[in-house]
């Protein structure tokens, strides 16, 4: 990609960022560079010219007020987690890590919320929340950062319970690119005071401004949890069950599906037994014993009526974690099985009365290519991944005509081209199919927020 948009990074400009954040925090050294070129997807990489890393929010704001006198784009950057090349800089400049803003401000326990800087790992807080009985649900998986999580608005697996990162946070302290630091939103767990801007962030992926502070809601540590697989002979009947367990009034804190292939390869890899066939993957949470097997008898009562050929619940926290470990491998372990191939992720989400229909458009998908694909997904909130190996140009190919077809067939369903791993620069040729006029709306944001354009550019939009 040129550059012909935004300058280049000069001499001058790197002093002045060393004036701004420290000398020690700012380097063009390439092996830098190189780290926060490209994230865990196989998009392809882009190097900026140099990387900083601020130790405060009126540092952060202090390096956008000079990229936007200079012109030259920032790319805000956690730990590279992402999927869709979200945090990748396309256009070379700055990029913005805030990997030494990683710390915990303040606890509010009796407000069950707390308040973070940016670039603090979301299972580092869990580690030191654990002992307040405290925890932030969102659980993507990869140890993302709470900036990256609602900047990008990951979810994971227990949205269909807890929500997603837009529906546990209060409040945002953002740096806007002309320098500004805001407040949006508030401590109050209630709030219809104007235009939700707190919101607006959220998911922006960095382009609308940065964020430097967050506050965040928490959860009682649930005293009993229980963890549960279900087998099926058939894909359609594991995924008409998950319609069967929302419909049930049950309130899993966790409903997963995973296919066949993807339940064989865990089982070998991972030394759990999820057997050979498509499954459910299920986590219950209650505060009492007797509402826990209520509900897991339930549950076993709709997976036996759809014709589960397997079924077995524990409370066994080992077990849980075992089962969960594995699943949260499921990526890795394709990889692994894949050695000489990379992978495309795909990432749709449909209402769930649409699930089975989008799983079956997938599977028809994959036999019309004659293509080897894992599905896994957080089929309780009606999201769905696809692992897809692709080794040449051929089979690259294939793989970006099976994404495009799952994706149009999920809009079409009522759904949209990401649940959860945003649009990058991997999904931002779907925009204008999926929102129609609503994208030239974005797009006046855009403008209105960062006229310049330096806000990691090259994402969400088509340029
Ligand atoms: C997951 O659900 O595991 C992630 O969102 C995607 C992945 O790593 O496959
Ligand atoms: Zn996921």
Not at 228 to 256: D, I, K, Q, Y
Not at 258 to 263: F, N, S, Y
Not at 314 to 327: I, M, S
Request: glycine share 8%; proline share 5%; hydrophobic share 45%.
């Amino acid at each position: 990609m040129t550059n012909a948009l935004f300058s280049p990074v000069t001499a001058s400009f790197i002093t002045a960022l060393a004036n701004d954040v420290g000398a020690e925090n700012v380097s063009t050294a390439p092996a830098e560079r190189r780290l926060h070129a490209r994230d865990m997807s196989a998009h392809q990489e882009y190097l900026a010219e140099v990387v900083v890393w601020p130790h405060t929010a009126e540092q952060v704001a202090a390096v956008l007020r000079l990229a936007n006198e200079a012109g030259v784009p920032v790319t805000a950057w956690g730990v590279g987690s992402s999927l869709e090349g979200n945090p990748v800089p396309v256009h070379g400049g700055v990029v913005l890590s805030l990997a030494r803003m990683n710390g915990i401000t303040a606890v509010h326990a009796d407000d069950f919320q707390v308040t973070v800087q940016p670039g603090l790992p979301y299972k580092d807080l869990n580690r030191q929340l654990a002992p307040l009985g405290l925890f932030f649900a969102p659980d993507p998986g990869a140890n993302a950062t709470i900036g990256g999580m609602l900047a990008n608005n990951a979810a994971g697996i227990r949205t269909v319970k807890y929500g997603a990162s837009k529906d546990n946070v209060l409040r945002l302290q953002v740096a806007l690119a002309d320098g500004r630091l805001i407040q949006v939103g508030s401590r109050s767990v209630k709030q219809a005071s104007g235009y939700d801007l707190l919101h607006l962030f959220v998911g922006s992926e960095g382009t609308l401004g940065v964020i430097t502070e967050a506050t965040l809601k928490l959860w009682p540590i649930p005293e009993l949890m229980s963890a549960v697989v279900a087998s099926f002979e058939t894909v359609a009947a594991a995924v008409e069950t998950v319609v069967l367990v929302r419909g049930s009034g049950l309130e899993p804190a966790a409903l997963e599906f995973i296919d066949a292939t993807h339940a064989r390869l865990l089982s070998q890899a991972e030394g759990v037994d999820l057997g050979d066939q498509p499954a459910l993957f299920m986590e219950f949470h209650a505060a009492h014993q007797a509402t826990l097997q209520m509900g897991l008898d339930t549950v076993q009562e709709i997976c036996r009526s759809m014709g589960a050929v397997r079924f077995r619940a524990t409370t066994d926290p080992t077990e849980r974690r075992r089962l969960w470990h594995a699943r949260h491998a499921a990526y890795e372990i394709a990889l692994r099985a894949h050695p000489q191939q990379k992978f495309m992720i795909l990432d749709v989400a449909v209402p769930i009365s649409a699930f089975p229909a989008m799983v079956a458009h997938i599977e028809a998908t994959l036999d019309a290519h004659a293509l080897t694909g894992y599905m896994v997904g957080h089929a309780g909130d009606g999201n769905l991944h696809v692992l897809l190996p692709f080794g040449d140009e051929a089979s690259y190919r294939v793989a970006t005509a099976v994404n495009e077809a799952v994706v149009l067939q999920a809009i079409e369903l009522g759904g949209t081209a990401t649940g959860e791993h945003g649009v990058g620069f991997g999904k931002a040729r779907f925009m204008t199919r999926e929102h129609g006029p609503a994208l030239d709306v974005m797009r006046v944001i855009k403008q209105t927020l960062d006229p310049n354009g330096i806000l990691n550019p090259g994402k969400i939009f088509s340029l």
